[in-house]
């Protein structure tokens, strides 16, 4: 069950960070730590391998960027959460492990695989992405524009309801109304 809102349908933030090709999700937090959900003991972890000034710089509405396949290796789910509670709001590759999509969508989050990404920007850039037609608009003005594949219709109820456990509880109630 997802804890955390729906996204607005206009994600606006910068790009926290960049990942490569065949990424796996459980190092942003260290495989030793894929058992925890303390938000406080991830805050402490994330990123710690690649940049310790990561937690600091991520604001809400940021997103993060992969190459390939990314979120390879098993489907765990703190990595993910703890970049949530930071506020990362999307992410955003070139293509997506089928786990990782499908556990992270379930939850909620909007993962669009949209080509040329990875190398369009870079850290710190500022984005502005409209999940639902997966278009990202790159620059402080948007000068630049990348257009992925869009979320099918059923995905974009999930994301929207926050989840695939709260889209079938209100549909569910929706049904029992009738």
Not at 99 to 119: A, K
């Amino acid at each position: 069950m997802s804890s955390y809102p729906p996204p607005p349908d206009v994600i606006e933030g910068r790009v926290a960070w960049v990942f490569g090709d065949d990424f796996d999700i459980d190092l942003v937090i260290g495989v030793e730590n894929i058992k925890t959900y303390d938000a406080d003991e991830l805050r402490a972890v994330t990123m710690k391998a690649y940049d310790d000034t990561f937690v600091d710089r991520v604001r809400p509405g940021d997103v993060i960027v992969g190459g390939r396949n990314f979120g390879y290796g098993h489907p765990h789910y703190p990595p993910m959460v703890a970049l949530r509670n930071l506020g990362i709001a999307a992410v955003l590759a070139e293509s997506f492990s089928p786990g990782f999509w499908r556990g992270e969508t379930y939850n909620g989050m909007p993962l669009l695989t949209v080509p040329g990404i990875s190398t369009a920007v870079g850290v710190g850039d500022p984005v502005r992405v409209e999940w639902r037609t997966a278009t990202v608009r790159i620059g402080p003005d948007g000068d630049r524009t990348l257009t992925g594949q869009p979320p099918s219709d059923r995905v974009q109820r999930i994301i929207s309801a926050g989840g695939s456990f709260n889209l079938i509880l209100a549909e569910h109630a929706q049904g029992a109304a009738s």
